[in-house]
């Protein structure tokens, strides 16, 4: 997706810290943060790819798509542009103000007859209604894992017969092995990408107890729990998979 708006290189950790808090989508990540994603997360503009694609595909006349964890509204955008059937509305979700505010800017600097509404709020507290396509794109494993399930089947319940959701997550192997090779083919991307064992290790550092993965197959039961009976895994690299279910 082309930028419009300035942004700025990730050099949040580029130098060392006394004391490193813990991660938050706060101004310093909001002006870094399409750099950030694109540097740590592989495979993501494939996923938005596939987001647009399948909210043409699923998208059903007269109904709501949400994009709950908005962030800058990257998936609000494509399936904005994808989106052919005629008299929805995509509701975009995300507890940032600092997000929020960005994103409204990008969403602007796109004409479209396709109504956008951006709230800033919890995803936990908002109703899911008469909905086709609901995004989780990276967002759930920020989320208590308490509080996971309960959005999930919130989310089941608001959608129409035919609706799916998409789940961008990252997730970790039960297998030792594997997951300590997958997580050095992460590094490896990271390193490529230009961050330096400074960088990486403080930001693992503040993610610690922030972001809470689950496995693969830890998704698909509780997605299974709650009443999906169609789903998986559409697209995965290394560690970040995405999932789609349908109702």
């Known amino acids: 997706m082309k930028e419009l708006l300035p942004t700025q290189k990730d050099t949040i950790y580029a130098e060392a810290h006394e004391a490193v808090g813990a991660f938050q989508f706060d101004e310093s990540v909001v002006a870094v943060f399409p750099d950030m994603i694109q540097r740590s997360v592989p495979g993501y ?5 596939g987001i647009g694609e399948l909210t043409e595909t699923y998208a059903q006349a007269d109904s709501n798509l949400y994009d709950l964890g908005c962030s800058l509204g990257a998936a609000t955008l494509t399936m904005r542009r994808k989106l052919k059937q005629p008299n929805c509305k995509i509701i975009a ?4 103000e600092a997000m929020i505010k960005r994103a409204s800017e990008y969403l602007h600097a796109y004409h479209s007859e396709i109504e956008v509404d951006l709230r800033c709020a919890d995803i936990n507290e908002i109703s899911i209604e008469n909905a086709s396509v609901v995004v989780i794109n990276f967002t759930l494993q920020f989320i208590d894992p308490e509080l996971r399930e309960a959005l999930l089947a919130r989310i089941y319940r608001g959608l129409k017969p035919g609706g799916i959701l998409i789940l961008s997550e990252k997730i970790h192997f039960d297998d030792n092995n594997l997951q300590q090779a997958i997580e050095h083919l992460h590094l490896q991307f990271k390193r ?4 330096s064992e400074l960088e990486i ?8 107890n922030v972001l809470i993965s689950d496995s693969a197959d830890f998704h698909i039961q509780r997605l299974q729990n709650v009443g999906f009976q169609s789903a998986g895994i559409w697209f995965q690299a290394y560690n970040f998979a995405s999932f789609i279910a349908i109702k």
């Open 45 to 49: 503009q494939t996923i938005l790819t």
């Open 93 to 96: 979700v995300d507890n940032s």
């Open 192 to 195: 490529a990408n230009g961050y």
């Open 201 to 208: 290790s403080q930001k693992r550092s503040s993610l610690e």
